[in-house]
């Protein structure tokens, strides 16, 4: 819906935007009409990528009235190259719990196993390069930084909600673990808060400004986990590089 209109309009998205998530791959299924237990939920998750969950900000505030995002959400994900199992990840597992006065997770969601080490302090961090950029061999500009210990949910609750009404996972399935922002502004997943809605433009060092992406735009996804006596380990690029819109016959 163009500001100002009264009818929606089909065209081209023009709030583009991306969302740093994890993708988790499920290894082992259930049963249809089996739910998966907290303590059982990692035995099904076969090893964690890098996820952007590509947004377009203009149409999903659109869709959301009144069933949610659909066509904003459904048009491209982007994946880190490999897959990372969680027994590589075993040194940088955390305790996870919620703040004292946020709403705490029904019983189903929790766990002394959970709460132990449910959370991974897996670094984050997301960042632009313009076309002009590459053009003047300039590098990406980092635009966040944040960590996966700061998610709201961890891997088995998310696999267990999923479940709970019985749905069966399969061998290959994606979870995305929905948007990872950390408590301050500078950690933030995703353009759409970075910028207060699109009312505070980024400055990159070339100068040019973003409020959303834009044709040309480069998004750069990385993540790693280290600490003194382990091995770092690293996720790979997730990278993807935004296009000019095909032009729509109907539009």
Same mark, same amino acid.
């Given at each position: %819906?163009?500001?100002?209109?009264?009818?929606?309009?089909?065209?081209?998205?023009?709030?583009?935007? $991306?969302?740093? #998530?994890?993708?988790?791959?499920?290894?082992?299924?259930?049963?249809?009409? #089996?739910?998966?237990?907290?303590?059982?939920?990692?035995?099904?998750?076969?090893?964690?990528?890098?996820? &952007?969950?590509?947004?377009?900000?203009?149409?999903?505030?659109?869709?959301?009235?009144?069933?949610?995002?659909?066509l904003?959400? &459904?048009?491209?994900?982007?994946?880190?190259?490999?897959?990372?199992?969680?027994?590589?990840?075993?040194?940088?597992?955390?305790?996870?719990?919620?703040?004292?006065?946020?709403?705490?997770?029904?019983? $189903?969601?929790?766990?002394?196993?959970?709460?132990?080490?449910?959370?991974?302090?897996? @670094?984050?961090?997301?960042?632009? @390069?313009?076309?002009? %950029?590459?053009?003047?061999?300039?590098?990406?500009?980092?635009?966040?930084?944040?960590? $996966?210990?700061?998610?709201?949910?961890? %891997?088995?609750?998310?696999?267990?909600?999923?479940?709970? &009404?019985?749905?069966?996972?399969?061998?290959?399935?994606?979870?995305?673990?929905?948007?990872?922002?950390?408590?301050?502004?500078?950690?933030?997943g995703a353009?759409? #808060?970075?910028?207060?809605?699109?009312?505070?433009?980024?400055?990159?060092?070339?100068?040019?400004?973003?409020?959303?992406?834009?044709?040309?735009?480069?998004?750069?996804?990385?993540?790693?986990?280290?600490?003194?006596?382990?091995?770092?380990?690293?996720?790979?690029?997730?990278?993807?590089?935004?296009?000019?819109?095909?032009?729509?016959?109907?539009?």
């Amino acid at each position: %819906m163009p500001p100002g209109a009264t009818q929606p309009r089909l065209g081209p998205c023009q709030r583009l935007d $991306y969302e740093l #998530e994890l993708g988790i791959f499920v290894g082992a299924g259930n049963p249809l009409g #089996e739910p998966i237990a907290i303590d059982q939920a990692e035995d099904h998750v076969f090893g964690l990528c890098l996820l &952007n969950d590509w947004s377009a900000r203009d149409i999903q505030a659109w869709e959301y009235q009144p069933l949610g995002p659909f066509l904003s959400k &459904n048009f491209a994900t982007t994946i880190s190259p490999w897959i990372v199992t969680l027994e590589a990840l075993a040194p940088f597992r955390r305790p996870f719990s919620r703040p004292a006065d946020d709403p705490q997770p029904l019983p $189903y969601l929790q766990s002394a196993a959970n709460s132990a080490q449910g959370a991974l302090d897996l @670094q984050l961090e997301v960042l632009l @390069q313009t076309e002009p %950029m590459r053009a003047q061999g300039q590098a990406a500009a980092r635009l966040s930084h944040t960590s $996966y210990r700061h998610a709201y949910w961890t %891997m088995a609750q998310l696999v267990t909600h999923h479940t709970v &009404n019985g749905c069966n996972l399969q061998p290959g399935d994606l979870f995305g673990s929905g948007t990872l922002s950390g408590p301050t502004l500078v950690e933030a997943g995703a353009l759409i #808060e970075l910028t207060v809605g699109g009312k505070e433009p980024l400055t990159l060092p070339n100068g040019q400004t973003r409020a959303f992406l834009e044709d040309g735009d480069t998004v750069v996804i990385k993540g790693w986990c280290e600490k003194p006596g382990a091995a770092r380990i690293g996720f790979g690029e997730c990278r993807g590089t935004v296009l000019p819109a095909r032009a729509l016959a109907s539009a």
